[in-house]
Every structure is written in C-alpha cells, then in structure tokens.
C-alpha cells in the first residue's frame, strides 16, 4: 500500500483568565475567539488541521490537570494509566500564555520541573521550589516539546510576526501547566506546544488574532 499523505492534526486550544498584574488577558479573548475568527477571516487553515476544542481556565495550577483530563479524555492522575495514542490522527496541545512584559510573541521550547511562584495564583497557592512531579527527579528538570519550534518561528517572522524563541517558561502556572502537558502529551503520543504572547496594549487584538491563525497553519505545515 502507498502513502496516504500526512495525518490529519487535531489542536487542543487553551488559554487563561486574569491573574495578578494582568486584569485582562489576551489569550482569554484569543482563544474564546478563535474558532470565529476563523471563519470570519475567510482563508481556510490547511488540509487536515482542525480545531478539537478551545478552553480557557482560571489561572491557578489546580486548573491545570482537569484541563488535560477534558481534553485528553484520561484521568487527571498523572499516575494513571494511558492508553496507547490512535495512528488515525495526530493530536497537539496548543497553550497560550500572557506575558505582561513582553513586546513580541513567544515561542517556549521546553518546562522545568518547578513550581515556584512569584506572586499566589487565583487561589492563593504560592509554591517554593517545589517538583512538579516529584518522580521525574529534581527541580532542575526540563521536558521539550517535540514541535518542529525552528520551523515554525521561521514560518511566522516570514508572515511579518516579531516572534522569539525561550527556554524559559515563567515559573508560574504557565510552566506548571506547560510541564504538565509535555509530560501528559510523551505517554499519549501527542504533541504540546506553550506560546506566551504580550498584552493587547503592545501588540493590538487583530495582530494577535491573525498570529494565532497563523500559528496553526505553521502547525499543520510542520507536522
């Protein structure tokens, strides 16, 4: 039997709510609109890329594993057993982040396994140095996505985005949930990819929408 093409991605979008500092969070408005926008900006995404489900949550670490339960289907118990991922299709974690100091859009190559926070989340807890998952060893731990990160930062500064690449996830509940994910995504199968980007006030609603489109179509080209 000859190829049949590449798999068809399915993308799991999340993003979050206010959090200490940042009264407005843009990946609240971007992935609540992203479906729509889609659709309203009139150009297809690729073949075979498709959007499986968009969630924002509050922005407390213990938000962060009933996330991965809904949208994985599995128990939230990183313990748990998973099952073996499906060959009839690829699946990839989409998050997004805000970054209340950034000035251009980026793209987190890996987590630590650490949670330390500098300010409480949205429910008070404030964590020192503590492992994520303690069985993964010490603090100084990191996961790393498996996207193809290069290509797809060189896809989007050629559709005009000012976009870099970091290894350095913020050690607050981005990088819990982003540690998390790697984790979840390695047993499934899948793939995880966390992207931080700058508040509405540097870099305006529109630009952003389009850049998040624009992040899937690299995501597709670069399966």
Same mark, same amino acid.
């Given at each position: 039997?000859?190829?049949?093409?590449?798999?068809?991605? &399915?993308?799991?979008?999340?993003?979050?709510?206010?959090?200490?500092?940042?009264?407005?969070?843009?990946?609240?408005?971007?992935?609540?609109?992203?479906?729509?926008?889609?659709?309203? &900006?009139?150009?297809?995404?690729?073949?075979? %890329?498709?959007?499986?489900?968009?969630?924002?949550?509050?922005?407390?670490?213990?938000?962060?594993?009933? *996330?991965? @339960?809904?949208?994985?289907?599995?128990?939230?118990?990183?313990?748990?057993?998973?099952?073996?991922?499906?060959?009839?299709?690829?699946?990839?974690? +989409?998050?997004?982040?805000?970054?209340?100091?950034?000035?251009?859009? %980026?793209?987190?190559?890996?987590?630590?396994?650490?949670?330390?926070? &500098?300010?409480? @989340?949205?429910?008070?807890?404030?964590?020192?140095?503590?492992?994520?998952?303690?069985?993964?060893?010490?603090?100084?731990?990191? &996961?790393?996505?498996?996207?193809?990160?290069?290509?797809?930062?060189?896809? *989007?500064?050629?559709?005009?985005? @000012?976009?870099?690449?970091?290894?350095?996830? @913020?050690?607050?509940?981005?990088?819990?949930? =982003? =540690?998390?994910?790697?984790? +979840?995504?390695?047993?499934?199968?899948?793939?995880? +990819?966390?992207?931080?980007?700058?508040?509405?006030?540097? %870099?305006?609603?529109?630009?952003?929408?389009?850049?998040?489109?624009?992040? +899937?179509?690299?995501?597709?080209?670069?399966?």
């Amino acid at each position: 039997m000859g190829s049949e093409g590449p798999l068809p991605v &399915r993308v799991h979008v999340s993003g979050f709510k206010k959090f200490h500092g940042v009264p407005n969070n843009p990946t609240d408005t971007i992935v609540s609109n992203l479906t729509e926008y889609i659709k309203r &900006r009139g150009l297809p995404l690729p073949g075979g %890329i498709a959007i499986a489900s968009c969630n924002v949550i509050e922005a407390a670490g213990e938000a962060a594993l009933p *996330l991965l @339960d809904l949208i994985a289907g599995e128990p939230a118990d990183p313990e748990a057993p998973f099952a073996d991922s499906s060959p009839a299709d690829q699946v990839v974690w +989409l998050h997004f982040g805000a970054n209340g100091g950034a000035s251009k859009f %980026i793209i987190e190559s890996q987590a630590v396994n650490e949670a330390t926070f &500098r300010s409480p @989340d949205e429910r008070g807890w404030q964590p020192q140095q503590l492992p994520i998952v303690p069985e993964d060893g010490g603090i100084s731990h990191t &996961r790393q996505s498996t996207c193809s990160i290069e290509t797809i930062a060189k896809y *989007l500064k050629n559709r005009g985005f @000012d976009v870099a690449i970091s290894d350095d996830a @913020d050690q607050f509940v981005c990088n819990y949930l =982003y =540690y998390h994910s790697l984790r +979840l995504a390695s047993l499934k199968g899948y793939k995880s +990819l966390f992207v931080h980007v700058p508040l509405f006030s540097r %870099i305006d609603e529109d630009t952003q929408m389009e850049f998040a489109a624009s992040l +899937l179509e690299a995501l597709a080209l670069t399966r």
